[in-house]
């Protein structure tokens, strides 16, 4: 199975890897991914959980559906995430096939 993600899909897998993605029994709609860059800032994930789901990527924390649970990444989350980790490193050590420019 081939699974394609845009960057802002894999920006939500490395979020949820780094537990900032929760789902609250307060709130409507109730999956948020806590900014990194700003304090106490939330940004909902609802819809752009959606895919993920879909693919079987992401999973929810066991628990109890009165508390406030985290998304954890499943065993193909895991693996995706580290190929698209990889992806950037493996482009930048390619040589480019442009011929170098003109010295001046």
Do not use: C
């Amino acid at each position: 199975m081939e699974i394609s993600l845009d960057l802002e899909q894999v920006k939500l897998l490395a979020a949820v890897d780094d537990g900032r993605v929760h789902r609250s029994p307060r709130a409507r709609p109730p999956d948020f991914e806590k900014d990194p860059v700003v304090t106490g800032a939330y940004k909902r994930a609802t819809q752009r959980l959606a895919t993920l789901i879909k693919m079987r990527l992401v999973e929810l924390d066991g628990g109890d559906d009165n508390v406030t649970r985290r998304w954890k990444l499943t065993g193909v989350g895991e693996r995706v995430l580290a190929e698209a980790r990889e992806q950037p490193a493996d482009a930048a050590a390619e040589p480019a096939d442009d011929p170098p420019g003109p010295n001046l």
